[in-house]
Each structure stands twice: as C-alpha cells, then as structure tokens.
C-alpha cells in the first residue's frame, strides 16, 4: 500500500496548500440553459451536499436522471471537517462550479475542505471500489487509524484518482 499511498500524498500537497477554489472543468461538452441537464444538477446539488453531510464519512454519491441528461456525481469533505461546514462547503461547490466552468457537463472544484465532481460519464465505479476497499482493509488491519484519518486517506485518494 506504501508504494500507491506515498505518489497520492505528493500529488494532494499543492492543493492542500492552496484554499481553493481550484476547479478542473472536464471535457465532456455542454448543456444549454433551461435544459434538463441543468435541472438535474440543479436538483442534485439541492440534496448531494445534505446526503454526504448526514453521512459520517462525510462521503456521498448520486446518479440523477437519464441518458442523455444523466448525471454521475461524488462529494467528499475532508476529515477535519464537520457536517454544517462540508454542507455549506458542498453547497458553495455547486454554485462555483457553475461559475468556474459555465455549462460544463464534467466539473471537478476542490477546496481546501471539500471537494465535488458532477459529470456526464460514469466515473464512480472505479474509483470508489478502489477507494473504498484501501478504506475497509485499513479498518480490517486496525492500524491505530481513527475515523478522521481514514476520511483523511479517502479524501486523499478520491483526489489523487481525479487529477
Ligand atoms: C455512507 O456512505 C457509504 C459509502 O457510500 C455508504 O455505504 C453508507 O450506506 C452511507 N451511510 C449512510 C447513513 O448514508
Ligand atoms: C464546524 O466547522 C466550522 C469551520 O471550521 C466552525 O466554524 C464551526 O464552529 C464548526 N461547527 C461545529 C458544530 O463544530
Ligand atoms: C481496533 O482498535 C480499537 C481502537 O483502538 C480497539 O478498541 C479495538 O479493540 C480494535 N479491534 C481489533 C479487532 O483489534
Ligand atoms: C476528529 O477531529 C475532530 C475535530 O478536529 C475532533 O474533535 C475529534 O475528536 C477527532 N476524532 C477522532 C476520533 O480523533
């Protein structure tokens, strides 16, 4: 785990030096305004940030609608983080992602505590097996990790897949 671990950690420093935003805006096409896109997404951030808020982890996803209009979506605040902070964070993600990349259908915005991805094609599966397994095993190992540096390591290693 050391070899994948010690890459993802040198990838995470620049952004966990800056306070963000840092926004990657994908590559995946536009939506127009009033479109349905644009109303799924507009409904996922209305329940995304609450849902990954609620959850201890302070880890959601979401797939919203269907083809053409679906929408794959994955929040996550950092470890330190607590529940109104990573829904106000979330919640602001959302806002300035439509900002930071207008009508993109592919969005990833990074702050310092939290971080959001919304795009068209499904990135989820992956990833968040990936993830959440070197999660689980460190539960199993029972290395002395407690819950903020496991959320601490997931944060890390949803960026790190991301960038
Ligand atoms: C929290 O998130 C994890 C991973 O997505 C999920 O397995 C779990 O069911 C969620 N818990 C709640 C209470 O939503
Ligand atoms: C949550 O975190 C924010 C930002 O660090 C802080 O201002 C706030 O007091 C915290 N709230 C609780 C309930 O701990
Ligand atoms: C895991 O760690 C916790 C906290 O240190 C401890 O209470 C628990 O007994 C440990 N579980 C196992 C299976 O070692
Ligand atoms: C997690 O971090 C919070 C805020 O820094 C702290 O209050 C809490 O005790 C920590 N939990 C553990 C298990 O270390």
């Not at 096409?29 to 302070?58: H, M, R, V």
Request: hydrophobic residues 40%; neutral net charge.
């Amino acid at each position: 785990m050391a070899v994948v671990i010690l890459p993802l950690f040198l990838l995470l420093l620049p952004f966990a030096a800056a306070q963000g935003p840092w926004q990657y805006c994908g590559t995946g096409g536009t939506y127009t305004s009033n479109s349905i896109y644009q109303a799924n997404l507009k409904l996922l951030s209305s329940t995304l940030p609450k849902k990954a808020a609620s959850n201890t982890t302070l880890f959601a996803t979401d797939t919203i609608g269907n083809l053409p209009d679906i929408i794959f979506a994955l929040a996550l605040c950092r470890g330190d983080s607590n529940a109104s902070a990573c829904e106000g964070c979330l919640a602001t993600a959302f806002q300035d992602g439509e900002q930071l990349c207008p009508y993109s259908r592919d969005a990833s915005i990074y702050y310092h505590s939290c971080m959001l991805r919304f795009s068209n094609t499904n990135f989820l599966p992956t990833m968040v097996d990936q993830s959440w397994k070197t999660v689980e095993s460190s539960h199993k190992f029972n290395t002395s990790i407690d819950s903020n540096s496991t959320r601490q390591l997931l944060f890390t290693l949803i960026n790190s897949v991301i960038l």
